[in-house]
């Protein structure tokens, strides 16, 4: 017997399904014999996960609080993805999103236009700095995955050291927080939970994008691009044009993700505006393929890992690395699936000789 590897001419849509879903199981599998190989019942474990997420009313409102950044880095990756583009800046974009809404938000004092104000200046921070590498990668042919790597590092850095110098709160001692804004600046919550209107515009984004991708014209000529940049020339398109604008919509979203989680849930700066919900954007994007439907539903996958990896901290005294494990496992075993979405695996008997 030998194994027998061929490349598939057309891949059947229900492979696009399955191996995602394969992908989940196993890591929730390996996830399993890793918990009990620590002491901890894998079944009660992932129980508790569930019930923590979906059985009670801050359970439930704390999944879409998670889950609506990652919708948002999600697509950001998700939209230049589909031009054959790798976004791995979205956390860096976010970052200096948060940015620009909190100078606005501890600076601009007329309370009738600070929110406003916060959203425009927070989109307009993640599209410059995600233009950076746009325009890199379209003029100089520079490779996206190394300047928008790199950029993270230097919007990471910058917030840090705002938060300990020029922004530094002033009654908040040695901790590197601004002051907090003022109820003007804040994002309504609804339910006396922590769940605000920057979550219900996560899912409206969402659709607009798939609209957008799927119905217009520049969203077919997106699909081109990214598909065949040849062809794309060939009937037309500008190729830089898309790269640009790919990459600076995507940091659009990230930046309204960073105005989104300082206005709706930290109400001030801090160092650690996201615990690298950029980073997760790229194993959700992948995970849906480029579609933005199906990075709603990703990112409730990883949403739940965040809600219910808390909880079993709390219940198990599991360390927060497992959840980190998790979702590494996700992504690697994501990779691994592509394989099979390309090519088709058989076995070849041979026949005994006489």
């Known amino acids: ?14 492979i696009y399904i399955l191996i995602p879903l394969a992908s989940i199981i196993a890591s929730l599998i390996f996830v399993g014999i890793l918990l009990f190989l620590i002491g901890v019942n894998p ?31 999600g697509l950001a990756v998700s939209i230049p993805l589909r031009a054959g583009l790798w976004n791995i800046g979205a956390e860096g974009q976010l970052y200096m999103g948060a940015f620009a809404a909190s100078f606005i938000a501890l600076y601009l004092s007329p309370p009738p236009v600070v929110l406003p104000f916060m959203v425009i200046m927070a989109v307009l921070a993640g599209m410059m700095w995600a233009s950076i590498p746009g325009v890199l990668k379209a003029k100089f ?11 993270n590092y230097v919007a990471i850095y910058w917030v840090e050291y705002l938060v300990y110098g020029p922004m530094k709160g002033k009654e908040v001692y040695n901790f590197p927080y601004s002051d907090l804004f003022s109820d003007y600046a804040i994002l309504p919550r609804f339910f006396g939970t922590r769940f605000h209107a920057g979550v219900i515009v996560a899912f409206i984004l969402a659709i607009a994008i798939y609209i957008l991708i799927t119905r217009t014209s520049y969203g077919f000529a997106v699909k081109i691009v990214g598909a065949n940049p040849k062809a794309a020339e060939y009937a037309g398109i500008s190729r830089k044009k898309i790269i ?38 790229i194993p959700v994007a992948l995970l849906a393929r480029g579609n933005p439907l199906f990075v709603i539903m990703a990112a409730f996958l990883f949403g739940l890992l965040y809600v219910g990896g808390s909880a079993m901290q709390t219940t198990y005294g599991i360390p927060v690395a497992v959840v980190d494990v998790f979702q590494a496992l996700v992504v690697l075993f994501i990779i691994g699936g592509d394989f099979f979405t390309r090519y088709r695996i058989s076995f070849v008997f041979r026949e005994a000789s006489a």
């Open 1 to 14: 017997m030998r194994i027998k590897v061929e490349r598939r001419l057309e891949t059947p849509k229900f």
């Open 244 to 281: 640009i604008s790919t990459m600076i919509l995507g940091g659009a979203i990230a930046g309204f993700a960073g105005m989104m989680e300082v206005s709706g849930l930290h109400m001030r700066l801090r160092a650690a505006v996201s615990p690298g919900y950029g980073y997760t954007g």
């Open 141 to 151: 042919e520079l490779n996206e995955i190394i300047s928008t790597l790199l950029l």
């Open 43 to 73: 079944i009660d474990a992932y129980s508790t996960m569930i019930y923590r997420a979906f059985g009670t009313k801050f359970g439930v409102t704390e999944l879409f609080v998670k889950t609506a950044p990652i919708i948002l880095t």
